[in-house]
């Protein structure tokens, strides 16, 4: 092993970790793909016949969320993959027909992004559902691909619950394996056609609720888990009972948090309350770790052998904290969210909560992964250039989303008063609010922010590529135990 | 069941709703770390975030009109003493869960995972 | 201090967990049970599709605080009264048009979508079509072809998205029964088109 060091040598790697890095691989692109469709979309603000009637903005943000749900996905998968023989202790079970569904799916995709680009709508029929989109946000993917993904899927549980089955059954595999479940299966709510938009709606949102509120959290909670015992030495059994707390608290809170989804779509009043409630509950596991991480970081003595991971980790707390928390929680209870509802109110909360809990945790893997393949080659302090590289990335990237949520919250505020409260979201009362300079400005500094998190994606591939070549120092060990 | 809220509280709700979760998180943290440190002295600082919070908390429950209605003055209950409490109860959970570990460090130093 | 209290414990913490998961997703279930039937077409919230025979109005409810749909005279859709049945393949296709089209990526649809473009919650009572004479023939010709019509001051217009005849009336059928459902006052404040004769 220490002849590979500073080189990418898949010998520096399992089974599973060399399917890994194939996920991540196109997780990057799709990434480098969401941030350019995003771009384009926001540009379309500021100048509207920017591709008029060849790539209209519907295309260009179904691509931009698409992209982004389809990356993050990858980056679980990935991720999973990675942390499956060793916490399994075993090898991946039916691992060459893993890496064929890789193949499958990634070409499932590809087809499928090809057909948003160039088919882009079809006529109002079944056919169109079944072979070119749904229409329906985040999960547009035509039928024959929901089935393709399931089938993927299927394949990626079995992977997992048949290693976990033949190894060690760990508390981490027990919540990994009944969440991935839930995932999967909650996939299957937004796989029918409806015509009454209201059941339309309901299940769309147990899709798209119950996943980024629920089971992707939970998700993050157990890669958090085994982050905390690889990287800084956390016992097992406390990691363990951390995560069954995490779990209570998130599924406690965030399943009927489902509810604040449930005003405005035909659905009875009393989600009024349950929506409130529970939304008021959701802060609650973030309050908790909080306390848990000052706790931590008292109770050991932290000695971290990956910066730019630590980096990604601490703002993954911060992003989850202030999208989630904070940005949800603002404009969460009915009495305001009839005004903020389907505004860029949503898009600056949609942008910050994304990447604070999700985009910063699979990046903190990236870093991960890249270490382990250049054969644990030393990530800590002293990196060459001292290591602007990730630094500036780092840096690029979070003010780059910060930036933009700032700008999409002021012009969601303009909206929310002079649309919704003043012009009562008319055709009159749209536009009206779309022209005023408040709201143009907005979507001015979004674009140049977004500017500026491209930047940063642009120098964290770069990062990624070169950190740790010609390296030759080993990895630091990897913590003391106090 | 609800009463929408006035053009002119808008910006009341958004802002004391962020020092809601911020203070909550404040006083989370600051009273996390003032029993880490053994520092009392910084007890005081948490519970005074915790007064913010509570201010916030009646101003939003003001603001959103939460008050007017039955149920939603649960809310705002549940509300104040949930925050007042889940700190308390957190740290209680921190100490439980890694007694063990302190225990065991100091029997067997050596032996991990 | 004691070690292994009962409520710091894993085995604890893992039941928990299942219990609040489990106990949060039969209390899921039995709402949806509920709340299903509630918004099933034909029922008082989201009315059936026949609904477009008649006139619909979004009316300020005092005794609920918030603007509710009322459903009024009969007054059919394109001069044609239709049964149950062929208003609901009316809007089926419509609905059909709606995903096919991809309108969410630009559009909100009782305020889910896109930001791009006005939300079509009330499209069809909107008083930007003039007055409801006109209002059915100048929808028709507006999503066939959109775009040499006059939009906004900011240049932003919608695209031709190959929409046929058959399509834009299914289009309008679906926007104006989606127009009598029951959203809790979402959109607030929203002025009808004039509809009194």
Redesign the interface.
């Known amino acids: 092993m220490a002849t590979t060091i500073g080189r990418l040598d898949g010998a520096n790697l399992n089974g599973g970790q060399k399917l890994a890095v194939k996920y991540f691989f196109v997780a990057m692109i799709l990434f480098g793909a969401q941030i350019l469709f995003g771009m384009v979309?926001g540009l379309?603000?500021l100048k509207?016949?920017l591709f008029?009637?060849v790539l209209?903005?519907?295309?260009n943000?179904?691509v931009h969320v698409n992209a982004m749900i389809v990356w993050m996905l990858y980056g679980f998968i990935g991720s999973v993959y990675w942390m499956l023989e060793e916490e399994s202790q075993h090898e991946v079970v039916g691992l060459k027909l893993g890496n064929l569904i890789f193949y499958v799916l990634t070409a499932a995709v590809t087809v499928v992004v090809l057909v948003y680009l160039f088919v882009?709508?079809?006529?109002?029929?079944?056919s169109?559902?079944w072979l070119?989109?749904?229409?329906?946000?985040y999960i547009?993917a035509p039928r024959w691909a929901d089935i393709g993904i399931v089938v993927s899927v299927l394949v990626f549980f079995y992977n997992v619950a048949a290693t976990f089955s033949k190894g060690k059954y760990t508390?981490i595999a027990?919540?990994l394996v009944l969440d991935l479940l839930a995932l999967f299966g909650i996939y299957f709510a937004g796989m029918f056609?409806t015509?009454?938009?209201?059941?339309d709606?309901?299940w769309?949102w147990w899709v798209i609720h119950l996943w980024v509120e629920a089971t992707w959290e939970v998700l993050v909670a157990c890669i958090m888990a085994y982050g905390l015992?690889k990287v800084l030495?956390v016992?097992?059994?406390?990691v363990?009972?951390?995560l069954?707390?995490e779990?209570?608290l998130m599924?406690?809170s965030g399943?009927?948090g489902?509810g604040h989804h449930?005003?405005?779509?035909?659905?009875?009043?009393?989600?009024?309350?349950?929506g409130?409630?529970f939304s008021?509950?959701e802060?609650?596991p973030?309050?908790?770790m909080?306390?848990?991480a000052?706790?931590d970081a008292?109770?050991k003595h932290i000695k971290n052998s990956n910066h730019p991971a630590m980096a990604w980790l601490i703002a993954h707390a911060f992003g989850n904290?202030f999208g989630a928390?904070?940005w949800g929680?603002?404009?969460?209870?009915?009495?305001?969210n009839?005004?903020t509802?389907?505004?860029?109110w949503?898009?600056s909360h949609g942008h910050l909560a994304f990447f604070g809990a999700y985009a910063t945790i699979i990046i903190a893997v990236f870093y991960l992964a890249m270490q382990q393949w250049r054969g644990k080659v030393w990530m800590a302090g002293d990196l060459p250039g001292n290591g602007w590289k990730w630094k500036w990335a780092l840096g690029l990237l979070n003010m780059g989303m910060v930036g933009m949520t700032v700008a999409l919250l002021i012009s969601g505020?303009e909206q929310?008063?002079i649309e919704?409260?003043?012009?009562?979201?008319?055709?009159?009362g749209?536009?009206a609010a779309?022209?005023h300079p408040w709201f143009?400005q907005g979507m001015w500094w979004r674009e140049v922010f977004g500017t500026m998190f491209a930047a940063g994606f642009v120098i964290l591939m770069w990062d990624l590529w070169s950190i740790g070549k010609h390296e030759t120092r080993p990895m630091q060990v990897a913590a003391s135990?106090? | 069941m609800i009463e929408p809220a006035s053009l002119a509280n808008f910006f009341t709700i958004f802002f004391s709703a962020a020092m809601v979760i911020m203070l909550g998180a404040l006083y989370a943290l600051l009273f996390a770390y003032s029993r880490l440190k053994h520092d009392p002295r910084l007890m005081p600082v948490a519970y005074l975030s915790y007064i913010g919070l509570f201010v916030a908390t009646l101003f939003l429950a003001d603001a959103a009109n939460l008050l007017k209605h039955p149920l939603w003055p649960v809310i705002v209950v549940l509300m104040l003493v949930g925050y007042l409490l889940a700190p308390h109860a957190i740290w209680h959970l921190c100490v439980g869960t890694h007694a063990e570990e302190q225990e065991n460090t100091e029997l067997l130093p050596s032996k991990n995972l | 201090m004691a070690t292994n209290q009962w409520w710091a414990s894993e085995s604890f913490w893992r039941k928990t967990a299942i219990w609040v998961t489990g106990v949060s997703l039969i209390v899921l279930m039995i709402l949806t049970v509920d709340t299903l039937p509630q918004i099933s077409a034909g029922s008082k919230r989201v009315p059936a599709y026949s609904v477009i025979n008649y006139r619909i109005d979004y009316v300020f409810d005092e005794t609920r605080n918030v603007q509710a749909p009322v459903i009024g005279v009969k007054e059919p859709l394109f001069g044609k009264e239709l049964s149950e049945a062929e208003a609901e393949a009316l809007v089926a296709h419509g609905k059909l048009t709606v995903q096919a089209k991809n309108c969410m990526g630009c559009h909100t649809l009782l305020g889910n979508g896109a930001y791009y473009a006005p939300d079509l919650t009330k499209a069809w009572l909107d008083q930007y079509w003039g007055s409801k004479e006109v209002r059915e023939e100048l929808m028709v010709d507006f999503i066939k072809d959109p775009s040499n019509k006059l939009h906004n001051s900011i240049g932003r217009r919608m695209p031709k998205l190959a929409v046929t005849d058959d399509e834009a009336h299914a289009v309008v059928a679906f926007l104006k029964w989606m127009s009598s459902i029951d959203t809790n006052g979402f959109p607030y404040n929203f002025k009808p088109i004039e509809q009194e004769n």
Request: hydrophobic fraction near 45%.
């Open positions: 979309a379309q603000y509207p016949d008029y009637g209209d903005f519907s295309v943000r179904m882009q709508i079809g006529p109002g029929e079944q169109s559902i070119i989109n749904e229409g329906r946000e547009e508390g027990g919540v056609y015509t009454n938009i209201s059941i709606q309901y769309w015992m030495g016992r097992r059994k406390i363990e009972t951390w069954y707390i779990v209570a599924f406690g399943i009927l489902l449930y005003f405005w779509i035909g659905t009875p009043e009393y989600w009024f309350t349950i409130g409630l008021a509950l802060p609650i973030l309050v908790a909080v306390v848990h000052v706790f008292g109770a904290f928390g904070v929680f603002m404009h969460t209870l009915p009495q305001i009839l005004y509802h389907g505004t860029q949503s898009a505020y929310s008063q919704r409260a003043i012009g009562g979201s008319t055709w009159m749209y536009f779309q022209a143009m135990q106090e």
